[in-house]
């Protein structure tokens, strides 16, 4: 017996009643709380194989992201999830949620790291999804669906991710706290960054590749802009709530921020537009809900791939996308 099909066994027949799916619980109260009681399934964990000359590694869905990093660091290259309890959080968890780490605009989104899924249906059945290529075909991308639909359409049990050289070096400078310097366009003038970061005071920067480049932009652009500090790693964010606004609209919905609430404690991704703030800062942040027809498409995809609602019940990607 597969792993698959004794996940899908664990997960059982719409009969069984409610499951809820669970991973390293680093964002369990993503998508919000479950409606009712709810039984709890784990998915399996364990690298199965990581293939460097096609770079892809295939990973089942309860294995931390530590574990996952070990295999493919043998490899030289890296994958593009991340959590700041990479002990404890799981693939499958951060993929349900589908919520980017700190280095989303070097990265890009988590979602594009998926290639295959392997998961269990709410008629407790093993699917499919995708293929263990790059170049994919085209067609309905389940794969994509079910990235950030917080285990409510299925339960991720085994993907294939996409890997990247790991780059020679990383290196995350910070400025000395200045409220005057502007974070948005020192990101326009360095060359792909992984991260821009500011909580109105201090920008942290994350530079990668290779070391006479992330020197330069170093030398270059952050010390013709204040002075700087060579830092481990960024900043842990506020962790109440989460905005996710288009990267235009943030200069503005950051300078009402500053004002209306001056002591604040937020966090902003520069070229990204997402904002980790506190709950006073959440307070003045515009999370607009879905357009009726948004939300109206997300019911009708719940109900074609789970009519009687017993994965994760109450939870919605839709509010994912405005909070936790």
């Known amino acids: 017996?597969?792993?698959?099909?004794?996940?899908?066994?664990?997960v059982g027949p719409p009969d069984s009643g409610p499951v809820a799916c669970v991973g390293g619980r680093t964002q369990w109260a993503v998508g919000?709380?479950?409606?009712?009681?709810?039984?709890?399934?784990?998915?399996?964990?364990?690298?199965?194989?990581?293939?460097?000359?096609?770079?892809?590694?295939?990973?089942?869905?309860?294995?931390t992201l530590a574990e996952l990093d070990g295999a493919t660091a043998e490899g030289r290259q890296f994958v593009t999830l991340?959590?700041?309890?990479?002990?404890?959080?799981?693939?499958g968890g951060v993929l349900a949620c589908g919520q980017s780490g700190l280095r989303r605009l070097g990265w890009g989104?988590?979602?594009?790291?998926?290639?295959?899924?392997?998961?269990?249906?709410?008629?407790?059945?093993?699917?499919?999804?995708?293929?263990?290529?790059?170049?994919?075909v085209t067609g309905f991308d389940l794969c994509r669906l079910l990235v950030g639909s917080v285990g409510t359409l299925a339960f991720l049990s085994e993907v294939v991710l996409r890997c990247y050289p790991r780059p020679e070096?990383?290196?995350?400078?910070?400025?000395?706290?200045?409220?005057?310097?502007d974070p948005f366009p020192l990101a326009r003038s360095l060359y792909r960054p992984l991260s821009v970061l500011w909580d109105g005071a201090t920008v942290?920067?994350?530079?990668?590749?290779?070391?006479?480049?992330?020197?330069?932009?170093?030398?270059r652009v952050l010390a013709a802009r204040g002075r700087w500090s060579q830092v481990a790693g960024p900043p842990v964010p506020p962790r109440v709530a989460r905005r996710s606004l288009p990267p235009a609209r943030l200069?503005?919905?950051?300078?009402?921020?500053?004002?209306?609430?001056?002591?604040a404690r937020w966090l902003a991704e520069i070229g990204v537009g997402v904002l980790h703030c506190d709950r006073d800062a959440a307070l003045s942040v515009d999370a607009s809900p879905p357009q009726p027809g948004v939300a109206d498409l997300h019911r009708r995809i719940k109900d074609r791939f789970d009519p009687t609602g017993r994965m994760n019940p109450?939870?919605?990607?839709?509010?994912?996308?405005?909070?936790?």
């Open 1 to 10: 017996m597969t792993a698959l099909d004794a996940f899908a066994l664990e």
């Open 32 to 63: 919000g709380a479950l409606a009712v009681p709810a039984r709890e399934v784990s998915p399996p964990s364990g690298v199965v194989a990581h293939e460097p000359g096609e770079m892809i590694v295939r990973v089942r869905a309860g294995t």
């Open 82 to 91: 991340e959590s700041d309890q990479p002990e404890q959080a799981t693939v």
């Open 109 to 136: 989104p988590v979602r594009d790291s998926v290639l295959e899924v392997s998961a269990v249906s709410a008629a407790g059945e093993p699917v499919r999804a995708g293929a263990p290529l790059v170049k994919n």
């Open 169 to 181: 070096v990383e290196e995350w400078w910070r400025s000395d706290a200045d409220p005057s310097l």
């Open 204 to 219: 942290w920067v994350g530079l990668s590749g290779h070391p006479s480049d992330v020197h330069d932009q170093a030398e």
């Open 251 to 263: 200069p503005a919905v950051l300078t009402d921020l500053r004002a209306q609430h001056p002591d």
């Open 314 to 324: 109450g939870r919605s990607p839709l509010a994912a996308a405005v909070a936790p």
